[in-house]
């Protein structure tokens, strides 16, 4: 019989990681022109930049959250979207792509620790555990992945 508590932290793990059903996230991203980082076609609420940057901002508060027990919230909605609609440069959008990439890497490493109890109620919150938080955070990436994908069909940039 296999061992369920490392299936289930496999399929958590690849989940976060990997497309699935789904585009991945990496894939959403990879080779997105520079020249429409900012652009919103009509009736789009966000720009490419906004939403890797909610993302990233996100993954990152439920990460912290995760494993921090001074964590305070951010004030919602502000502290997680950016104020401008573009990058100020390519470096930017660079930068949260690998940052972005680094805590997918350390929530990876957090569900694959089998000291980290996937059940246990985080101490420091109301009722949420860590299993809680990474299909939080699986349901969120997902989610405005498509909008990603959505967002480039819309700007041609999808093929």
Avoid: C
């Amino acid at each position: 019989m296999p061992n369920e508590d490392a299936l289930l932290r496999e399929m958590l793990v690849d989940s976060l990681q990997k497309a699935n059903a789904h585009v991945g996230l990496f894939d959403a991203l990879k080779d997105f022109p520079e020249s429409l980082y900012g652009k919103k076609p009509p009736g789009a609420p966000h720009s490419a930049w906004q939403l890797l940057e909610h993302i990233r901002i996100t993954l990152n508060d439920l990460l912290v959250f995760s494993t921090n027990p001074d964590y305070a919230a951010p004030e919602w909605p502000e502290a997680y979207w950016p104020k401008h609609d573009a990058p100020p440069n390519a470096a930017s959008w660079q930068a949260s792509v690998q940052a972005l990439r680094a805590d997918l890497d350390d929530f990876e490493k957090l569900i694959r620790n089998t000291q980290s109890n996937l059940y246990a109620r985080i101490p420091w919150g109301e009722g949420q555990t860590l299993l809680r938080e990474a299909l939080l955070a699986i349901d969120h990436t997902s989610y405005h992945v498509g909008q990603l994908i959505m967002l480039r069909k819309q700007l041609g940039a999808w093929e």
